[in-house]
């Protein structure tokens, strides 16, 4: 079984900066695209930034020039790197990835538990 695990959530004040990972482990042949998601209390979950096997990442308007998400892709770990932060980026973030689990399935796509952010004003 595959299995997502998120850390280096926390309280930080507004201005302030915090590193997510998330580490994928288990029965793992290759991951395609991985990313960060976020659930604010009373909110639909939305989409943070995803990044590629390759490289290549996309934002949330909302994150643009503040957030950066990057992977080591030896060590199954994508990172969300979140520079000035807003109390209106509190929220629970939620990894996922596009894993091949297996050489003769498609991708399947697997969710962490989630690691809660608290922005202070």
């Known amino acids: 079984q595959v299995q997502l695990v998120e850390s280096g959530g926390g309280l930080v004040q507004a201005g302030g900066s915090l590193r997510l990972s998330c580490a994928a482990s288990g029965s793992i042949v290759s991951i395609n695209a991985m990313g960060w998601s976020r659930q604010a209390p009373g909110k639909q979950r939305e989409l943070v930034a995803v990044?590629?096997?390759?490289?290549?990442?996309n934002y949330a308007d909302s994150v643009k020039g503040r957030f950066t998400i990057s992977r080591d892709n030896a060590k199954n770990t994508v990172y969300l790197q979140m520079n000035s932060l807003k109390p209106e980026d509190t929220a629970v973030y939620y990894c996922n990835a596009d894993i091949y689990y297996t050489s003769y399935l498609p991708p399947k796509n697997f969710w962490g538990r989630g690691t809660q952010v608290t922005v202070s004003s």
């Open positions: 990044i590629t096997s390759g490289g290549s990442a």
